[in-house]
């Protein structure tokens, strides 16, 4: 079975401090895994993802995610908030060696205060 | 550049009722998805079509059935709603066929069961 966690429903950070959103996931194989972003009232939009090669992945608005295979973990981070990244962040993990399909964490709303 | 289109974005409709929601991408992708987004709990998928003429059950298929019309558009129809399927339905999209890359979202139809 796959699954994926966001041990935290909200973040909160000031502008301009680094962030960082958890994912630890769980699979019996090499994950896939992805970082997506929603704004309000707007369905997700791509950040970034995992599928093998460098530990560290680059993305979309200045954000990168770590790949650590012992802590079964994928975080979310980007060195310099701003204001707009005040959204919906969800985590998503495949287990490639299986037939079903993503599975999403329950979501971590990122707050930004200027 | 229209990317996922939802149909409709709002809907009212009493215990009982039946109703379809509408997608369509014109990016010629061959996977299409849709996905329920309920507060907490993340998204779940309902269905999914991997290929044109191809359906296959998700996460939460009961009380929906779908229907993939053609290699554009994919259609998820409640024949008689319940209150628990009060939720936000997103559609979409993917050009590769497991999971590798990237889904693309429709902005969300926001169903309410009375």
């Known amino acids: 079975a796959q699954s994926v966690a966001q041990p935290e429903d909200q973040v909160n950070v000031a502008e301009g401090n680094p962030l960082t959103v958890k994912c630890t996931y769980s699979?019996?194989?090499?994950?896939?895994l992805f970082w997506y972003v929603q704004y309000p009232n707007r369905g997700l939009q791509f950040l970034l993802k995992?599928?093998?090669?460098?530990?560290l992945v680059k993305g979309s608005y200045g954000f990168e995610a770590e790949f650590n295979k012992s802590q079964t973990s994928f975080h979310l981070k980007k060195p310099s908030a701003l204001v707009s990244d005040s959204a919906l962040y969800f985590c998503a993990v495949r287990d490639p060696g299986s037939a079903r399909q993503l599975t999403f964490g329950s979501g971590t709303q990122l707050t930004v205060l200027p | 550049n229209a990317g996922v289109t939802q149909t409709p974005k709002f809907q009212v409709l009493k215990t009982g009722q039946s109703m379809t929601l509408q997608c369509a991408q014109d990016m010629n992708h061959n996977s299409m998805y849709w996905y329920r987004q309920d507060p907490g709990m993340g998204l779940r998928l309902i269905y999914y079509?991997?290929?044109?003429?191809?359906?296959d059950k998700g996460e939460v298929p009961n009380g929906y059935n779908v229907s993939r019309l053609n290699k554009r558009e994919f259609s998820l129809r409640l024949e008689s709603a319940a209150p628990s399927q009060t939720s936000v339905y997103f559609c979409?999209?993917?050009?590769?066929?497991?999971?590798?890359?990237?889904?693309?979202f429709g902005e969300g139809s926001r169903l309410t069961v009375l």
């Open positions: 979409a999209s993917s050009g590769t066929r497991w999971n590798t890359g990237e889904l693309f």
């Open positions: 995992y599928i093998t090669g460098d530990n």
């Open positions: 699979v019996s194989g090499n994950p896939y």
């Open positions: 079509s991997a290929s044109e003429g191809t359906t």
